[in-house]
């Protein structure tokens, strides 16, 4: 199993990760060692094997529905650059 | 032949219900709808380095709850999974929902149809996962304002099989949809606030053909009358594209209400691909059949067997059940007001399908904000019953209760309205009718039945007005009869 350039462009695309054109050809090798060692997995037979959904079998304790947090606002905001009437300001999504 | 009957609509929708928790689904920031941008926006809800979610409980059980209302599979384990986007009202880069092992899987509600027929509309799952925040595009030149207060608001995400044909029948399944949630009392049903909205996935296909056409998902529904008016375009639409030669793209439409149009939304650059996997911060939770049996036996009279047992034990129509059981906030008040009348629930549904109905609606308030409450109808009602007021002087009371002038008693006495039975008096009256009316009186002695009976409207009339409205309407009949006819 090997990847080509457009598949690179496409996963650095989803990951918004801006790549170097000269460092795909690296990526293309290293990332199809993974995908390889994946299909050696794919190889084994698993058919009566329920898929784990996390590697500790243990199970999830949950939440009593109490609101317990506090208008933080402008701690929060003292990180942002933009903002404005309480918003947080982004370049324009939509025209 | 009319082109609409040579193609077969089909249409499935995605609800998203907004739970109603007083908390988020994985922190502890408030729910409250209406609070200033990013006041109830906590570290978890901004997505902040090193924070972790914590499942809230209340989801998971309002979830099972809907599970078990619509007779679906509830696993024993359900796994949460990251939905992976880049949009600024998400900031974390994914949203937490369900993938594989939904909450919820294989249910079905029955609808009914144009024709009156029931039809079984299947739900293939009902998931569990985050709201997003939500972005203002208007008020910023230059930018889009995000306000992250609805981040990490609890949704459940309702999806049926393509089970409808016309828009009429996805309007009947989510209305099915929307009271069920009510009376589960796991949404408040708001759809102006967005509590409850909609997608539909509309396609058309010829009449024989067997496999689906090619679909497209209408968002921004938020309303029962633009959902049913989006549905109708867009099968218009389609068919018009089909039948000049084109094909249908796959693509999502935006439905705009002032132009009662859908259209395209700017196609991303690429198809969506969501890489689906399990959250590693958050562990597989545990359904014991404790829990679903103890949430089961919460679960309230569901609104079809209510709508049956009226028509049955309270022998009301079905036309009056299925009003009453339309809102739970509706059948709750109908129910008070029938036990303060001791069962007495025809006149019961009237008065509230009528003059509180007509009242409630011309204000805009809800019935559980009502001045006139079920206690202080049922107490009106009781004083039609027992003949203290006439039907007609009860409107009257009624509008002063509406006023807020006081309870049904003490505005009879203070306006002097309680119904004169005494039958001495009522022919005292009728007497002073006869002898200032003599000369139709004549009349009425040499007429034909037809006309005698138009006589008697006359006279009854002049002797309500006489007693101010006042007089036992059936006595007054009753008497002025004998007294003319003698």
């Known amino acids: 199993m090997s990847l080509d350039k457009s598949e690179i462009q496409k996963i650095a695309w989803l990951a918004r990760l801006a790549i170097n054109e000269e460092d795909i050809a690296n990526y293309c090798h290293e990332l199809a060692e993974i995908v390889n060692m994946m299909e050696q997995m794919n190889s084994v037979d698993t058919t009566d094997i329920a898929p784990l959904a996390h590697p500790l079998e243990v199970f999830s304790r949950l939440r009593t529905d109490d609101v317990t947090e506090t208008n933080q606002r402008e701690n929060f905001q003292s990180n942002t650059s933009e903002k404005k009437d309480g918003y947080y300001l982004v370049p324009k999504v939509i025209e | ?486």
Request: aromatic residues 6%.
């Open chain 2, 1 to 486: 032949m009319n082109k609409l009957e040579k193609w077969e609509t089909v249409i499935g929708l995605e609800i998203h219900a907004q739970l109603s928790t007083k908390s988020k689904i994985f922190s502890g920031a408030s729910t409250n709808y209406g609070a200033d941008p990013n006041t109830q926006a906590c570290a978890v809800d901004l997505g902040l380095p090193g924070v972790l979610p914590v499942i809230n409980e209340e989801a998971i059980q309002m979830a099972i709850k809907f599970g078990l209302a619509i007779n679906a599979k509830i696993p024993k384990t359900s796994v949460f999974a990251r939905k992976n986007y880049f949009y600024p009202d998400l900031p974390k880069g994914y949203q937490i929902s369900q993938f594989e092992l939904p909450i919820v899987s294989n249910g079905h509600i029955e609808i009914e149809t144009e024709n009156k027929k029931n039809k079984t509309i299947r739900i293939t799952r009902a998931h569990l996962e985050e709201d997003a925040g939500k972005s203002n595009h208007d008020e910023f030149i230059g930018f889009t304002g995000i306000d992250l207060n609805r981040a990490g608001n609890p949704l459940l995400e309702i999806v049926s099989e393509p089970d409808m044909s016309n828009a009429k029948e996805a309007i009947s399944y989510l209305k099915k949809i929307h009271t069920l949630v009510c009376y589960l009392k796991i949404c408040d049903g708001n759809m102006q606030e967005g509590s409850f909205r909609c997608d539909a996935n509309v396609s058309i296909k010829l009449k024989k053909q067997k496999e689906l056409g090619t679909r497209t998902e209408i968002k921004n529904l938020n309303s029962f009358k633009f959902i049913e008016s989006a549905i109708n375009y867009e099968i218009e639409r389609q068919i018009n594209v089909i039948e000049s030669d084109k094909t249908v793209v796959q693509e999502t439409r935006l439905y705009d209400s002032n132009k009662n149009e859908t259209r395209s939304m700017r196609s991303k650059e690429e198809a969506n691909d969501y890489r689906y996997f399990p959250d590693p911060d958050l562990l597989p939770i545990l359904i014991a059949d404790e829990t679903k049996e103890a949430i089961k036996k919460s679960i309230p009279e569901l609104p079809d067997v209510k709508c049956k047992r009226y028509q049955k034990e309270l022998a009301l129509s079905k036309y009056d059940s299925d009003n009453l059981t339309s809102n739970p906030d509706i059948a709750d008040y109908f129910e008070e007001t029938i036990k303060i009348t001791n069962g007495n629930a025809k006149i019961c549904a009237n008065w509230i399908m009528g003059d509180l109905s007509a009242s409630l609606n011309k204000k805009n308030i809800a019935i559980k904000n009502s001045p006139v409450s079920a206690k202080m109808l049922g107490d009106l009602i009781n004083l039609i019953i027992d003949k203290t007021i006439s039907g007609k002087i009860a409107k009257t009371v009624f509008e002063a209760m509406w006023n807020g002038e006081g309870n049904a008693i003490s505005i009879i006495e203070s306006k002097d309205l309680k119904q004169v039975t005494d039958s001495g008096k009522i022919e005292k009256i009728i007497d002073e009718i006869i002898t200032e009316n003599s000369s139709q009186v004549e009349q009425y002695k040499n007429s034909s039945d037809e006309k005698k009976q138009k006589l008697i409207g006359f006279f009854v009339g002049q002797i309500m007005k006489k007693s101010k409205g006042k007089a036992n309407p059936k006595q007054v009949n009753e008497l002025l009869k004998e007294k003319l006819d003698n």
